[in-house]
């Protein structure tokens, strides 16, 4: 499990900055959070987290072909990371804080955001999907909206990003 971050630690009088975090995979909501996101804490002096969770693979028994896959899928997590960054620092102005980790997507989420307590807020779109939501979102305002510390925001999925400016 590793962590990489951009973020300096602010100043002991500084007023708190609220920072927003956006949870990176592959479905086409994540344009819709992370812009959300980025609005937000533009417009609120904020800034805003990007998390990747590497799920663990099937393969657990086959060690060098594991350590490969797992090597290719940490390129990708830096790749998209780094795309997502220049994004982030168009829209905001500032570089995020970059986290990539390697477990469960939800126990990690929740690790992360225990473990930074400078994370305010949690900001998921909805898939639009006729499965639902998604699993984090199920999972969060479910059974495990009593793990989480800090207030969830969920975006819906189906939002123009041109509609995105005026609500935030």
């Given at each position: 499990?590793?962590d990489?971050?951009?973020?300096?630690?602010p100043?002991?009088?500084?007023?708190?900055?609220?920072?927003f975090?956006?949870?990176v995979?592959?479905?086409?909501?994540?344009?819709?959070?992370?812009?959300?996101?980025?609005?937000r804490?533009?417009?609120s002096g904020g800034k805003?987290a990007?998390l990747y969770?590497?799920?663990?693979?099937?393969?657990?028994?086959?060690?060098?072909?594991?350590?490969?896959?797992?090597?290719?899928?940490?390129?990708?997590?830096?790749?998209?990371?780094?795309?997502l960054?220049?994004e982030?620092?168009?829209?905001?102005?500032?570089?995020?804080?970059?986290y990539v980790?390697?477990?469960?997507?939800?126990?990690?989420?929740?690790?992360l955001i225990?473990?930074?307590p400078?994370i305010?807020i949690?900001?998921?779109?909805?898939?639009?999907d006729?499965?639902?939501?998604?699993?984090?979102?199920?999972?969060?305002?479910?059974r495990?909206?009593?793990?989480?510390?800090?207030?969830?925001?969920?975006?819906?999925?189906?939002?123009?990003?041109?509609?995105?400016?005026?609500?935030?």
């Amino acid at each position: 499990m590793t962590d990489t971050t951009a973020s300096p630690d602010p100043a002991p009088d500084a007023k708190p900055v609220r920072i927003f975090l956006v949870v990176v995979d592959d479905s086409p909501e994540l344009k819709v959070a992370l812009r959300y996101a980025c609005l937000r804490a533009r417009k609120s002096g904020g800034k805003v987290a990007l998390l990747y969770v590497i799920e663990p693979g099937e393969m657990q028994h086959w060690g060098a072909v594991e350590t490969l896959m797992r090597e290719e899928q940490r390129n990708e997590a830096e790749q998209k990371l780094q795309k997502l960054a220049r994004e982030v620092n168009q829209l905001t102005g500032a570089l995020p804080a970059l986290y990539v980790r390697e477990g469960n997507r939800r126990d990690e989420v929740l690790a992360l955001i225990d473990e930074e307590p400078s994370i305010s807020i949690l900001v998921l779109a909805a898939g639009t999907d006729p499965e639902g939501p998604g699993p984090l979102i199920t999972y969060y305002t479910g059974r495990g909206l009593t793990r989480l510390r800090i207030p969830l925001t969920i975006v819906p999925g189906g939002l123009k990003i041109e509609d995105l400016d005026p609500i935030t």
